[in-house]
């Protein structure tokens, strides 16, 4: 006599599949201090990512087949809100037109917070594993109380002699370091009136699993782009879509790999981007299928998350300034 076993549905492992281009090319990812200096600045911003764009797409096609390239911006609606949709989206896509640039996906950073009434940077800080150090013993507060990640050894406090010599200082140490180290700690939030304010680099992590088609909420993709019929934006950010489809393109919003053109003022945020990709427990179900469709096409993708994004930072012509502090 056989015995019936009987489980509930939901605990079913399942992680819903996403449609995939080959690139994600991202023309922009500005402050409101660049759209606060009006269209010349974002016209001067485009006219240079052009030439980069076209070598980028000319580097993919090199590989013998015409690959899927899809486009994308992200506005900074998170930081600080600087005028409209209404009035901002239609300037984008003006000065983007005028260099021969099409942006097929626009996206809001704040969406890489909360988007449809899913916190996804806390979903994401929760998948955090940071890398133990060799011979660490757990003295060290975890990421999730400190908001603080590193890719190694801090520096242990330093005790003091009675002649004010320093005693028994160490340096840090990077845990994957090759001859010698490249320490990084990296804040992913800090707290302001009893509400978290999640990082610059913590919030583009999430912004980049999204684009690399690995980000879900319960095995639900998260982050779908909405396709804009409308013939006016909104007047408000939060009437916008997290991520709207502005063109007729055929390629997807998610691909294999990532490239992001950007000024190099923004190469601290990125390395940071990086060091936290790396420290990601990413949705199993979701690297396998990405895994298993891009070695179908012959186009496999590294194991490592972070080798999958890569950058081209320009120079900005008379621009001395460092990245804000977001």
Not at 47 to 65: C, I, M, N, T
Not at 167 to 182: C, D, F, L, V, Y
Request: hydrophobic share 40%; net charge negative.
């Amino acid at each position: 006599m056989s015995e019936a076993v009987f489980q509930e549905t939901t605990a079913q492992p399942r992680t819903q599949s996403v449609p995939l281009a080959h690139l994600s090319l991202e023309l922009g990812h500005l402050y409101m201090e660049d759209y606060e200096a009006g269209p010349k600045r974002l016209g001067e911003h485009f006219a240079e990512v052009r030439v980069w764009a076209d070598a980028v797409r000319a580097s993919a096609a090199r590989r013998g087949r015409r690959p899927r390239i899809s486009t994308c911006f992200l506005i900074d609606d998170y930081f600080s809100r600087f005028s409209t949709p209404a009035e901002l989206v239609p300037m984008v896509l003006k000065e983007a037109e005028k260099a021969g640039l099409v942006i097929d996906y626009l996206a809001r950073e704040s969406a890489c917070a909360v988007a449809d009434r899913v916190e996804l940077a806390e979903s994401v800080m929760h998948r955090l594993v940071e890398s133990p150090p060799p011979g660490s013993h757990g003295s060290r507060p975890p990421v999730s109380r400190t908001g603080w990640l590193a890719n190694g050894e801090r520096s242990p406090s330093a005790s003091r002699s009675a002649l004010g010599e320093v005693k028994g200082w160490q340096p840090p140490r990077e845990t994957a370091a090759r001859n010698h180290s490249i320490f990084m700690d990296v804040e992913l939030w800090s707290e302001e009136d009893g509400r978290r304010l999640w990082s610059c680099p913590f919030l583009a992590a999430v912004w980049q699993l999204a684009r690399l088609g690995l980000l879900r909420h319960l095995g639900d993709p998260v982050l779908v782009p909405t396709e804009w019929r409308g013939a006016d934006f909104p007047q408000e950010w939060d009437r916008l879509p997290p991520v709207v489809k502005l063109s007729d393109t055929n390629a997807a919003f998610s691909a294999y790999r990532t490239c992001s053109l950007m000024p190099n003022r923004f190469v601290a945020v990125e390395d940071a981007v990086r060091l936290v990709l790396d420290q990601i427990d990413v949705d199993a179900g979701a690297l396998r299928q990405v895994a298993e469709r891009s070695a179908a096409e012959g186009m496999p993708v590294p194991a490592a998350v972070a080798q999958r994004a890569t950058y081209v930072f320009y120079e900005e012509p008379g621009d001395s300034s460092e990245a804000g502090g977001t």
